[in-house]
């Protein structure tokens, strides 16, 4: 005979949990600057864990796995940095002799065409672009005066995904060995599912980021382009953004090549090169690499964007894709739930065969 | 010398080692090389039940099967005629159960629970899945034992009747 009662719920054993949680959100309203860097390290650790585990299945120790992942990535940026400043700092010499006679061309281009505006369309001298122009100019010094507090980010996640890396799944398995016991087969069936399509999506991000950057890199050297180390890298981190990659890669490369040859013909150039990533990354990397990935409409995609920007920036730009997947994915548990559990759909029929076993 | 040995022993954790030999023994890997089974164990997910928490009730969705690392484990099932549950099998470090629930997400025919601290692997039905398309010569081995076990339970049932 079972030895099992039926428990009576009481609504007061969720007092405490609740309150817990509660408390914790309050607090992480209150210091919502300081909860940040925790969020982007717990994201670099979701993305880094993979590899950890791979070294920890294998029977080495997490202690281990962690400190050598750390000394070979800090080892592959030194290396990195070293070969991008020798690369860089020609460029940037070259952008230091260059950048006079761009500013010049730049603002000349810029008088003409408002000139041109005005002749033609008289209203658009309502408009002042020509001061509009100046003040841009002006504060593009005082906007990069505001990303500085952002290169404190550089020292303090990597410190902070250390140590989430070394506490590895402690926290979870803390979390799951005090659930409702009977609960614990169907939270770990959820987290499986979350687990799976964002380790996929962020996987095929990742190394279709890593490719397009490979291949503007190489384009770009080919065609010439000053500045091809820089704008390749900028391309490779913006193409982590859906539809980013490609349209900064034709705004940016497109206005080197102005200022580099003055004519139409490079820039004419650039835009086939830059439609021809386009249909390679549409037809070619995203069926390979992101076939396992969830798959998001693209008015969804650029729903999430928006609101994303909407709600925080351009780290919710970052953000916004990997969070509409866990969405999209909690939606439709969240459905299969209501069907199999609530029984909003009838049960399903097993398999039956009418052949009796031989 | 000695001592280099002794760094290279310090880096390795023995608790895994300890794990990917117990996987070897289970049934279900039989005939997997060890080096495969490191896959097996990435796709495990762990749990401790204590004396007398309830795993899964009869009409619970199995998502998940169950292999016992430590500890022992009682499976009941409810007569609906009489309204009694009885204890039809105790499972033991080694074995495993809830196999259907990789196959159909059908309902539980069982009551699972711990009858002492038990440590448990779980192997969910999409982990399976994601295994068998990636690691198809696993997969192959797995599914290949998991109809052998289907069947020889099948044939345990027939031969009772």
């Known amino acids: ?358 | 010398m000695f001592k280099a040995i002794r760094l290279l022993n310090g880096l390795y954790d023995k608790g895994t080692l300890k794990k990917i030999d117990f996987l070897k023994s289970i049934r279900l890997f039989e005939g997997i090389k060890k080096r495969d089974l490191i896959h097996i164990l990435e796709n495990l997910q762990e749990r401790t039940y204590l004396k007398g928490e309830t795993i899964f009730t009869q009409g619970d969705i199995g998502r998940a099967l169950f292999i016992v690392f430590s500890g022992k484990i009682a499976l009941s099932r409810l007569d609906r005629e009489t309204g009694h549950s009885e204890i039809i099998a105790e499972v033991q470090p080694g074995e495993f159960f809830g196999e259907m629930a990789l196959l159909e997400e059908m309902p539980r025919t069982a009551t699972v629970y711990a009858l002492e601290e038990t440590r448990v692997f779980m192997l969910f039905k999409i982990k399976l899945e994601t295994l068998l398309f990636a690691r198809p010569r696993i997969g192959v081995i797995i599914a290949t034992q998991l109809a052998k076990i289907m069947s020889a339970r099948l044939r345990a049932v027939l031969e009772k009747v």
């Open chain 1, 1 to 358: 005979m079972s030895t099992e009662t039926p428990v009576k719920r009481n609504y007061r054993e969720f007092i405490i949990p609740v309150l817990i949680v509660l408390g914790f959100s309050y607090l992480a309203i209150l210091a919502k600057g300081a909860v940040f860097p925790f969020v982007l390290s717990a994201a670099l650790a979701y993305i880094l864990n993979p590899v950890i585990n791979y070294f920890e299945v294998r029977g080495i120790k997490r202690l281990y796995a962690v400190i050598g992942l750390y000394l070979t990535v800090g080892a592959l940026i030194f290396i990195i940095v070293y070969l991008l400043f020798h690369f860089l700092s020609f460029e940037i010499e070259s952008l230091q002799q260059s950048w006079p006679s761009y500013a010049d061309r730049i603002q000349q281009f810029v008088l003409n065409l408002n000139a041109k505006l005005v002749k033609n369309h008289p209203f658009m001298a309502g408009l002042k672009l020509t001061e509009k122009f100046a003040y841009a100019l002006e504060a593009v010094p005082r906007l990069l005066l505001t990303l500085l507090p952002a290169l404190t980010l550089l020292f303090v996640v990597p410190f902070i995904t250390f140590f989430i890396l070394l506490g590895g799944s402690d926290i979870l398995d803390y979390l799951l060995d005090h659930v409702p016991s009977r609960h614990a087969e169907i939270i770990l069936h959820i987290a499986s599912r979350i687990d799976a399509s964002l380790g996929n999506y962020l996987r095929g991000v990742i190394t279709e980021a890593f490719i397009i950057f490979l291949i503007a890199f190489i384009g770009l050297i080919l065609m010439d382009l000053n500045y091809s180390a820089f704008i390749a890298i900028l391309i490779g981190f913006s193409s982590l953004v859906p539809y980013a990659g490609a349209f900064v890669g034709v705004v940016v490369s497109s206005i080197v090549a102005y200022l580099q040859f003055g004519k139409m013909l490079p820039i004419i150039q650039l835009l086939i090169f830059f439609t021809g990533i386009r249909f390679v990354d549409d037809w070619f990397l995203q069926p390979y690499i992101m076939k396992k990935a969830v798959k998001l409409n693209p008015a969804i995609i650029l729903f999430a964007l928006l609101a994303g920007w909407e709600l925080a920036g351009i780290w919710g730009v970052i953000f916004s894709i990997p969070v509409t997947c866990i969405i999209k994915e909690v939606i439709q548990i969240g459905v299969e739930l209501q069907e199999t559990e609530f029984r909003w759909k009838p049960k399903p029929e097993p398999t039956r065969i009418s052949i009796p076993y031989t």
